[in-house]
T-cell receptor, first 115, second 116 residues
Framework: EAQVTQNPRYLITVTGKKLTVTCSQN?????MSWYRQDPGLGLRQIYY???????DKGDVPEGYKVSRKEKRNFPLILESPSPNQTSLYFC??????????????FGPGTRLTVL | AQKITQTQPGMFVQEKEAVTLDCTYD???????LFWYKQPSSGEMIFLIY??????QNATEGRYSLNFQKARKSANLVISASQLGDSAMYFC?????????????FGPGTRLSVLP
């Protein structure tokens, strides 16, 4: 089954404790992206990656890091989480050529609470 | 300035009736794509429909159609014959430019409630 998986789905942590949210897709998509969703703001893009070893900032990159060492994986790293990073996080992927390249496939979301 | 505006925080519709969810966008790029996503209470994001800026016809996908008015920069989603399962948050989104590395921008969403 074609899918984007994220882990963990729920996480409660404390300020300053480094964490990683994993994202993996099995569709051989070149493009992957991270978003955060906050009430009244919709989804805002944090980082995206066009392909392996190619990453770029989205609209709200502060406090986050990403890496793309393999095509299927795109982890989101919070080196020193703060309460304002409490949010619902989505990973997404899409292909960049061929039919319907624009269609993004989203993971199930990770609800993060930073105390 | 907001690139995607959804002016209806919440909407109600009677089951089996049609409903239009508004979306206006702002871009100076001649090439862009417009999307609608559905987010039910379970939280996942479900792709509904896509309209490219150069597409001559309005996009349709089953009960979903996109009323694309380029000059007015609007891309309203029309849901025909509403069902109870259509109750969800709906997000309008835009991808600017031909470069697939461009950001996707989402609107704040509209919460649709379908009444029995």
């Amino acid at each position: 089954e074609a899918q984007v998986t994220q882990n963990p789905r729920y996480l409660i942590t404390v300020t300053g404790k480094k964490l990683t949210v994993t994202c993996s897709q099995n569709m051989n998509h070149e493009y992957m992206s991270w978003y955060r969703q906050d009430p009244g703001l919709g989804l805002r893009q944090i980082y995206y990656s066009m392909n392996v070893e190619v990453t770029d900032k989205g609209d709200v990159p502060e406090g986050y890091k990403v890496s793309r060492k393999e095509k299927r994986n795109f982890p989101l790293i919070l080196e020193s989480p703060s309460p304002n990073q409490t949010s619902l996080y989505f990973c997404a992927s899409r292909k960049t050529s061929g039919r319907d390249p624009d269609t993004q496939y989203f993971g199930p979301g990770t609800r993060l609470t930073v105390l | 300035a907001q690139k995607i505006t959804q002016t209806q925080p919440g909407m109600f519709v009677q089951e089996k009736e049609a409903v239009t969810l508004d979306c206006t966008y702002d871009t100076s790029d001649p090439s862009y794509g417009l999307f609608w996503y559905k987010q039910p209470s379970s939280g996942e994001m479900i792709f509904l429909i896509y309209q490219g800026s150069y597409d001559q016809q309005n996009a349709t996908e089953g009960r979903y159609s996109l009323n694309f008015q380029k000059a007015r920069k609007s891309a309203n989603l029309v849901i025909s014959a509403s069902q109870l399962g259509d109750s969800a948050m709906y997000f309008c989104a835009m991808r600017e430019g031909m470069n697939y590395g461009q950001n996707f921008v989402f609107g704040p969403g509209t919460r649709l409630s379908v009444l029995p």
